[in-house]
């Protein structure tokens, strides 16, 4: 029945790791997949996905779509303290691209 | 400054006790959208409109009512709120449902 799966659930590493972080989906006329970080506050936008294979990066934070296999990961090099958050994915999908469904997100601890 | 508002910020109620959570976009966006966040359940979708006067069901729409007669507003009605509705709302907008949404602050809700 889940639509978006994301794994870890929860993570703790120390300042410099490389996190890769999972995500997993399951619907019919995909759209998009997006990537949001969530810190004590609304999500913020980190990345769209719409084509397989293409590499979006942002500074330390890289991402890539695979749509045969039907997941994401995003990367995180060199991780700091402030990139402890939630990290959210989130699929569009249907005919019309009317519907946008979250997975459970991936809470990463950086620890100094 | 480009930004999506939510009032009230924090709320505590009774159960039973009609209520209303508004929002408001700035950014002329047409898609508009309600979403609850629980612990371990990720963002859940509760109705979303693409337009003035046009809404639909999320995933969890039980408990709830819209409306959008205005394009830059997009309340949210609980009109006999449970304990089960406890939660942290958050509104988004974004130009299209394919697009990045623009999350609103949230709302922190109790239900006594």
């Known amino acids: 029945e889940d639509k978006v799966v994301q794994s870890p659930l929860s993570l703790v590493v120390h300042e410099g790791d490389t996190v890769t972080l999972n995500c997993s989906y399951e619907v019919t006329n995909f759209r998009s997949l997006l990537w949001y970080k969530q810190e004590k506050k609304a999500p913020t936008f980190l990345f769209m996905l719409t084509s397989s294979g293409i590499e979006k990066k942002s500074g330390r934070l890289s991402s890539i779509l695979d749509k045969k296999e039907l997941f994401s990961i995003l990367n995180i090099t060199a991780t700091q303290t402030g990139d402890s958050a939630i990290y959210l994915c989130a699929v569009v999908w249907g005919n019309y691209g009317q519907n946008f469904v979250f997975g459970p997100g991936t809470r990463l601890s950086v620890l100094p | 400054e480009a930004q999506v508002t939510q009032n009230p910020r924090y709320l505590i109620t009774v159960t039973g006790k009609k209520l209303t959570v508004t929002c408001s976009q700035n950014m002329n966006h047409e898609y508009m959208s309600w979403y609850r966040q629980d612990p371990g359940l990720g963002l859940r979708q509760i109705y979303y409109?693409?337009?003035?006067?046009?809404?639909d069901k999320g995933d969890v729409p039980e408990g709830y009512k819209v409306s959008r007669k205005e394009k830059r507003n997009f309340p949210l009605i609980l009109e006999s709120p449970s304990p089960n509705q406890t939660s942290l709302y958050f509104c988004?907008?974004?130009?299209?449902?394919?697009?990045?949404?623009?999350f609103g602050p949230g709302t922190r809700l109790l239900v006594l």
């Open positions: 988004a907008s974004s130009f299209s449902r394919v697009e990045t949404q623009y």
């Open positions: 409109s693409m337009n003035v006067e046009v809404t």
